[in-house]
């Protein structure tokens, strides 16, 4: 069993940044490739960006390129996002998630998820 805890969600207006983080404990951590899902009001839960085990790899979807960054710290057992040049679309509940596999990230394990909202 993993537990995520995410944290660092907020209300920023469009064009600002938020840094969210997600603590994981139970298995070791880098046995899982890990991920971050949104959902936004009356949407489905959509992909945002994984990292692999060793955080040498990554990937995002189309919207976030080049604005958002997954991280990860192995021996803190820690995922991050930044996202930067933040959007009103952006808005949602943020979930990290555990995943035995990368790509495609396949979640096993899910956080509690944190609310970020842009205004504009």
């Known amino acids: 069993q993993v537990q995520l805890v995410e944290s660092g969600g907020g209300l920023v207006q469009a064009g600002g940044s938020l840094r969210l983080s997600c603590a994981a404990s139970?298995?070791?951590?880098?046995?899982?490739?890990m991920g971050w899902f949104r959902q936004a009001p009356g949407k489905e839960r959509e992909f945002v960006a994984a990292?692999?085990?060793?955080?040498?790899?990554?990937y995002y979807t189309d919207s976030v390129k080049g604005r958002f960054t997954i991280s990860r710290d192995n021996a803190k057992n820690t995922v991050y996002l930044q996202m930067n040049s933040l959007k009103p679309e952006d808005t949602a509940v943020y979930y990290c998630?555990?995943?035995?596999?990368?790509?495609?990230?396949?979640?096993?394990?899910w956080g509690q998820g944190t609310q970020v909202t842009v205004s504009s």
């Open positions: 139970g298995r070791t951590f880098s046995n899982y490739a």
């Open positions: 990292i692999s085990w060793s955080g040498g790899s990554t």
């Open positions: 998630a555990a995943s035995h596999n990368y790509r495609p990230i396949t979640p096993v394990y």
